[in-house]
C-alpha cells in the first residue's frame, strides 16, 4: 500500500453535489469528467493516508498481544467518507454493511426449473423455490432480515476438473459478514438421493466447507417433515450471533 502511495496524484481535493450530481474540485479547481482518473487518485492517496497509520497501529498492538483490543477505526476510513468519496475509493477493508450490499447485488444466472413440473412453489417475497420445505426455510431468513440467495452458482474443484453446483441458500450472516452454504435435504427416505447427498457432502469437505462450520445442512424424511424449531435454533446460532 505504501508503494502505491507513491504513485498517487497529490492535491486537496473537495467534493459536492449539485442537483444529484457529483461534482470534484481539485486545489480549488473544478474537474472535468476526462480528469476523474486524477480525481480517484488523489481521494485513494487520501484514503490509504488515513489507513495506514490505522493498520499500523493495529499491528503495534496485535504484536505486543493485546488481543483485547476492539475498534472499526479501519473500516470507518471508508465508511465515514462522504458518499461522493465511497463512490470512487477502493476500500482495503469492507464493514458488514458493505460486504451485505456486494452480496445481495452480485448478478448471476438462476437456477432452471422443469417445465413439465405442474407444481410451483412461492415463497412470501414472490421467489420461486423448489419444494415447501425451501417456502419456509426462505421464509424464516426473511422474516430475520437475513441477507441470503438462492441457488447461487459455486464451482468447486473435484480432482482436476471444476464443477459448477448450485447450494439450496447461500447465507451471509448479517453480524460478521462471514457467509455459509445452507443445503435442505428433503429425501432422506430415499436410497439414491441418500447416495447423491453423501457425494455432494464429500466434495464440499474437499473444498473447505465444513460441517458445522461454513456448511449447514438440515433434512426431512416422508414421515419426519423439515423441524421448524430446530430450523429457527439453526438460523439464530450461525446467522444472527
Known amino acids: 500500500m505504501e508503494n502505491e502511495l507513491k504513485g498517487l496524484p497529490c492535491g486537496s481535493l473537495r467534493c459536492t453535489s449539485n442537483k444529484g450530481t457529483d461534482q470534484f474540485y481539485v486545489n480549488g479547481k473544478y474537474m472535468s469528467k476526462k480528469q476523474m482518473n486524477?480525481?480517484?487518485?488523489?481521494?485513494?492517496?487520501?484514503y490509504y493516508e488515513k489507513l495506514l497509520p490505522?493498520?499500523?497501529?493495529?499491528?503495534?498492538?496485535?504484536?505486543?498481544?493485546?488481543?483485547?483490543?476492539?475498534s472499526d477505526e479501519?473500516?470507518?476510513?471508508?465508511a465515514k467518507s462522504c458518499e461522493a468519496r465511497r463512490k470512487i475509493i477502493t476500500p482495503v477493508f469492507e464493514t458488514?454493511?458493505?460486504?451485505?450490499?456486494?452480496?445481495?447485488?452480485?448478478?448471476?444466472?438462476?437456477g432452471r426449473f422443469d417445465n413439465d413440473n405442474t407444481t410451483e412453489f412461492f415463497t412470501l417475497k414472490g421467489e420461486r423455490v423448489r419444494?415447501?420445505?425451501?417456502?419456509?426455510?426462505?421464509?424464516?431468513?426473511?422474516?430475520?432480515?437475513?441477507p441470503?440467495?438462492?441457488?447461487?452458482?459455486?464451482?468447486?474443484s473435484d480432482w482436476?476438473?471444476?464443477?459448477?453446483?448450485?447450494?439450496?441458500?447461500?447465507v451471509m450472516n448479517k453480524r460478521s459478514g462471514k457467509v455459509f452454504l445452507y443445503e435442505h435435504f428433503g429425501r432422506m427416505d430415499d436410497k439414491d438421493y441418500v447416495d447423491t447427498t453423501m457425494r455432494k457432502l464429500d466434495l464440499y469437505e474437499k473444498n473447505g466447507y465444513l460441517l458445522g462450520d461454513n456448511l449447514i445442512v438440515t433434512h426431512?424424511?416422508?414421515?419426519a417433515p423439515l423441524n421448524i424449531k430446530v430450523l429457527d435454533s439453526y438460523i439464530k446460532t450461525y446467522f444472527i450471533r
Not at 131 to 146: A, P
Not at 161 to 170: E, G, H, S
Open 96 to 110: 458488514v454493511e458493505e460486504k451485505i450490499h456486494r452480496f445481495m447485488e452480485e448478478e448471476y444466472e438462476p
Open 160 to 170: 482436476n476438473k471444476i464443477v459448477v453446483c448450485r447450494p439450496d441458500f447461500t
Open 148 to 156: 441470503y440467495r438462492y441457488e447461487k452458482p459455486l464451482g468447486l
Open 131 to 146: 419444494s415447501k420445505s425451501e417456502v419456509l426455510i426462505s421464509d424464516c431468513l426473511n422474516r430475520y432480515e437475513i
Open 74 to 78: 479501519i473500516e470507518n476510513c471508508f
Open 38 to 46: 486524477v480525481v480517484r487518485g488523489i481521494a485513494q492517496r487520501d
Open 220 to 223: 426431512e424424511t416422508s414421515k
Open 54 to 70: 490505522v493498520i499500523k497501529k493495529r499491528l503495534r498492538i496485535l504484536h505486543e498481544m493485546e488481543l483485547s483490543y476492539v
